[in-house]
């Protein structure tokens, strides 16, 4: 997949400054993305057992993703945390 969006980047920008920003900036959300996921995904499945409303579970979830990776915005952990209950919710990721 990643193969595929980076050919097509070098595709669409012409000028090799944007293209190689592109391409760092892609590349820099798919690492990322790969590391976010599974700890999301850990403390979602940790946070739907206790007996807490929605929102104070999306808290502790966030709470623990901000302390575990600092350096991250907070957008982006959210996001991170949408994408990995939606995809455990589906049963698209193998979480036991």
């Known amino acids: 997949m ?5 050919f097509l980047l070098l595709k669409i920008f012409s000028n ?3 293209r190689a920003v592109a391409v760092k900036t892609l590349g820099d959300f798919v690492t990322v993305g ?8 850990d403390a979602i499945k940790e946070a739907a057992g206790l ?4 929102t104070e ?6 709470k623990r993703m901000m ?28 979480c036991k």
């Open 2 to 6: 990643w193969l595929i969006l980076k």
């Open 16 to 18: 090799p400054i944007v």
């Open 34 to 41: 790969a590391e976010l996921i599974p700890v999301a995904v």
């Open 51 to 54: 007996d807490i409303s929605n």
């Open 57 to 62: 579970r999306f808290d502790l979830v966030q």
């Open 67 to 94: 302390a575990t990776f600092p350096g991250i915005a907070k957008s982006v952990i959210n996001k991170a945390i949408e994408n990995a209950y939606d995809a455990w919710k589906t049963g698209s990721l193998s």
